[in-house]
């Protein structure tokens, strides 16, 4: 299944936080937006979830979702949005349970996803107990569960420090080479950009538009931490960016 | 030229000061008392010997202090805030007596044959519903204000009498009594006549008897202070007891004996009593809660003892106090001793 | 930069502590130990006599009234009455309270109508409102109930209102994203979240409905603690007032402890 942006654009109130971003997102890639605070990415993402409409525009899904997706557009948060009443196997339970998925069907999904996110000894933990990276990954694992057509990531690395940060990164890129997905990831950081993207979209400073859209034809499995050719990009990336973001900063202080 | 220094000039004040009481039986001149008091009718002993200068000539200065129930009134008596007070014998009362806190010093309000005295009644709804008499009002909710009150003490006279029992209904206030009444949700009661009257008029309730035929001579109020005025403040309490007499005697003479002018009465008792409403619709209530207030501040002994025999009966009073803990008898004429 | 390794250490001074403090922990025989202290003093100051009887009674006497209570068997037919009037009525006044509290917290509607109400009869002394309740009610256990119900109403509103106004919106966001349908997010993450709201409200609620227990059986009652206490008031009885205050001082501690053992497993997923 693929997404497609049509010419959106929004307002809130007098302020355009965005104007028409044309955009495809075709299945099994992963499509980064990078841009300065401000910009309208997470917004953005809200739009290609449902959780807000645009102004103008639209969103729309081109073909059916695979096989057994129980929740086609699902969201990885920044801040993990676990419950913490619950552990991590009642986490991911809880999406499974409005679908009528119970017992031992719900056991087999759990302990699959929870053995590709190498949770397995983690199930009976409360999120309380567990490091950053690891409730990010209990995330992954929940939104792995419900089988999506497309992953929408806000920010899911910003909250941990930068080790973690590269651990989870290998873990999403061993992911996707055992099992492509679609995502939409939405990062300020643009190492993680040129890693795990396979496309980049730079949108400007607000009123966000798209100022370019760099491809890295590497394979994700071949980049490593430090590969010249993604420092190439992402010096490019940052080029590109570094007027606006020094722009959109000024501008916040004059607000 | 003469000297008229500052020494001479308080003598000369002190001697005119010592001249304008020398009809007063007291050491004190123009001593400064607080005394409490309900706007009752029942309370115009104090406020006609205050209006007419009874309590000044009798060397008093007093400042009355109002309240609401009697309760707190024997309480303030107890902590030294307030002198004198008049209000019933309740179980509260005798309890602060047996700590050594206040006594009994006479009587004021009693049931008088031949004067309209407290009702017992039956509420409409009751009444409706097959309760005629007193007597059947036997296994009924009968309501009190609190346990140990003067109506509790009325309605077991009266249920000891009649070989009933009744269930004593706590409702703290007059006010909710009448509510409760009116709407049923009590079946008796007793109240002094002025309050039972109109209302039996109005519906709200049938009188079924009196006071006075179940309880002969009820010492209703009595005067009442501390303990530490009672013997160490001999002459104040004197003094103050004179100029209260002086005022239940002419209470009397205007109200019950028609012998001094009753309009004049009214007009003084309505400046405490009924105060918001117009005379013309307080007088009737003024009259009709005319009652005999002890002439001379005569006590009741019998009453007393009655009363506090059966406080100690129902356990609500410790069983070793004596009416000599409660009754200091050395102030006024005493009958039933 | 100097060497330091050529100083002696007898050149150098101790840095002074300058921490530490201002993290108060539980000595719990703390407690138990004022408690004593202030007892032993009162008792020692009415049986020497600087305290006089009608300032305070004899703990010791307090102790006989209250064992003397017990054997004439009346503690436990005041204890039960009061303790049905409670129960009946704070859950009566909670479960309502929890169920208006999250309407208010999840409809604008609802929130916008019912806030002000909560707010002109949250500041009600309910104790005025008792001639009412008897007239509504009847005199009865029934108005006893709507009293204590009413106590503990509306501060369980404002308690479970805040509670669901402050549970974290993205995990609401979290469950619309994964497609749960409205009850399950009420259900599974609403409540829950608002849980430790909830219950430090309950505990404000239910010492006011042991307040109010007094208040309840002021009209009518001729059993239970607070008509004990009223009694005991009205006959200026020192000892048995201080008895019904002990019974009742219990019952709040009764009530706190019951609510943290709920509050230990139904929140134990907080650290």
């Not at chain 1, 590109?240 to 722009?247: F, G, Q, T, V």
């Not at chain 3, 102790?63 to 009037?85: A, D, I, N, P, W």
């Not at chain 3, 749960?180 to 609620?205: E, Q, T």
């Amino acid at each position: 299944m693929d997404i497609r942006l049509d010419g959106v654009g929004h307002s809130y109130g007098d302020a355009e936080v965005m104007r028409d971003i044309t955009l495809d997102i075709a299945s099994g890639q992963i499509v980064c937006i990078v841009g300065p605070s401000g910009c309208g990415k997470s917004t953005l993402l809200r739009f290609i979830g449902g959780l807000e409409r645009p102004d103008h525009g639209r969103i729309l899904q081109i073909g059916t979702p695979p096989e057994g997706c129980l929740n086609p557009l699902t969201y990885v948060f920044q801040d993990f949005a676990l419950l913490p009443w619950r552990s991590v196997f009642g986490n991911i339970s809880l999406v499974l349970e409005d679908h009528g998925i119970r017992g031992k069907t719900a056991k087999a999904i759990i302990d699959d996803v929870l053995a590709r996110t190498k949770l397995t000894d983690f199930a009976s933990a409360l999120p309380r107990q567990l490091s950053g990276g690891m409730k990010q990954r209990v995330a992954i694992a929940r939104a792995l569960a419900v089988k999506p057509a497309v992953m929408l990531m806000d920010e899911p690395l910003s909250a941990l420090d930068s080790q973690t940060r590269e651990l989870l990164m290998d873990d999403l890129v061993d992911l996707w080479t055992r099992q492509p997905f679609t995502a939409v990831y939405v990062t300020h950081n643009l190492a993680e950009a040129v890693r795990l993207g396979h496309k980049v979209v730079v949108l400007s400073r607000r009123p966000g538009q798209i100022r370019e859209i760099v491809d890295i034809d590497k394979p994700l499995g071949d980049r490593e931490f430090g590969d010249a050719d993604l420092e190439a990009h992402q010096k490019h990336l940052w080029q590109l960016m570094r007027d606006e973001a020094r722009a959109a900063d000024a501008e916040l202080l004059h607000v | 030229m003469i000297k008229f220094n500052r020494r001479r000039a308080l003598t000369l004040l002190g001697g005119a000061a010592a001249a304008s009481t020398l009809a007063a039986p007291a050491i004190a001149a123009n001593k400064k008392i607080k005394v409490g008091a309900l706007r009752f009718t029942s309370h115009s002993g104090s406020f006609i010997a205050f209006e007419r200068g009874y309590f000044a000539d009798a060397g008093l200065d007093v400042e009355f202090q109002f309240f609401q129930a009697a309760q707190p009134m024997a309480v303030a008596i107890a902590s030294g805030d307030i002198d004198y007070a008049v209000t019933a014998i309740s179980g509260g009362l005798i309890s602060l007596a047996d700590k050594g806190a206040i006594k009994v010093i006479g009587g004021a309000l009693k049931e008088e044959a031949g004067i309209d005295g407290q009702k017992y009644l039956i509420s409409s709804g009751s009444y409706d519903a097959g309760v005629k008499t007193l007597k059947d009002l036997d296994g009924k909710k009968y309501a009190v204000t609190q346990a140990g009150s003067s109506f509790h003490y009325m309605g077991a006279k009266m249920a000891e009498a009649e070989g009933i029992s009744l269930r004593f209904t706590p409702l703290q206030k007059v006010g909710a009594i009448i509510g409760a009444m009116k709407s049923g949700q009590v079946d008796g009661w007793s109240i002094v006549p002025h309050i039972a009257k109109p209302l039996a008029k109005a519906g709200a309730w049938k009188i079924a008897g009196n006071v006075s035929d179940y309880i002969p001579d009820y010492q209703v109020t009595t005067v009442f202070t501390s303990a530490k005025n009672a013997a160490n403040e001999r002459g104040m309490t004197e003094s103050f007891l004179q100029g209260f007499s002086r005022g239940v005697d002419d209470y009397a003479a205007a109200m019950i004996d028609k012998t001094a002018s009753q309009d004049e009465m009214i007009d003084l008792i309505h400046k405490y009593v009924y105060t918001d409403r117009e005379r013309a619709k307080a007088a009737p209530s003024i009259i009709n809660g005319t009652m005999r207030l002890s002439s001379g501040a005569a006590l009741n002994l019998a009453s007393v003892q009655d009363q506090l025999s059966w406080f100690q009966s129902e356990g609500l009073v410790g069983s070793d106090i004596t009416l000599d803990t409660l009754v200091d008898s050395s102030y006024v004429e005493t009958t039933g001793a | 930069m100097s060497d330091i390794s050529s100083k002696s250490p007898s050149d150098g001074r101790a840095v002074s502590f300058r921490g530490g403090g201002f993290a108060p922990k539980s000595r719990r025989w703390v407690g138990f130990a004022v408690f004593a202290f202030l007892i032993l003093i009162a008792e020692w100051g009415t049986r020497s006599g600087w305290i006089s009887a009608l300032t305070l009674p004899k703990p010791s006497d307090v102790l006989v009234t209250f064992h003397e209570l017990y054997q004439s068997g009346l503690l436990f037919k005041h204890l039960g009455l009061s303790l049905g009037r409670l129960v009946i009525g704070a859950a009566i006044g909670a479960s309502i309270g929890i169920s208006v509290g999250v309407l208010i917290g999840l409809f604008s509607y609802i929130r916008s109508g019912l806030v002000p109400v909560i707010a002109a009869i949250f500041p009600i002394p309910k104790i005025a409102l008792l001639p009412l309740f008897v007239i509504w009610f009847g005199i009865g256990e029934g108005s006893k109930y709507a009293l204590i119900a009413f106590g503990t109403f509306t501060p369980t509103v404002v308690a479970t209102y805040g509670a669901v106004d402050n549970v974290d919106r993205t995990l609401i966001r979290m469950g619309q994203s994964f497609g749960l349908s409205w009850w399950s997010i009420v259900r599974k993450i609403v409540l829950p979240g608002a849980m430790p709201g909830i219950l430090s409200g309950l505990r404000i609620s239910f010492a006011i409905a042991i307040i109010l227990l007094v208040a309840a059986e002021m009209l009518g009652a001729e059993y239970g603690i607070g008509a004990y206490i009223l009694e005991a008031g009205s006959l200026y009885d020192l000892e048995r007032l201080f008895a019904g205050v002990v019974i009742l001082s219990l019952l709040g501690v009764l009530v706190s402890g019951c609510i943290g053992v709920i509050e230990r497993r139904v929140l134990g997923w907080r650290s």
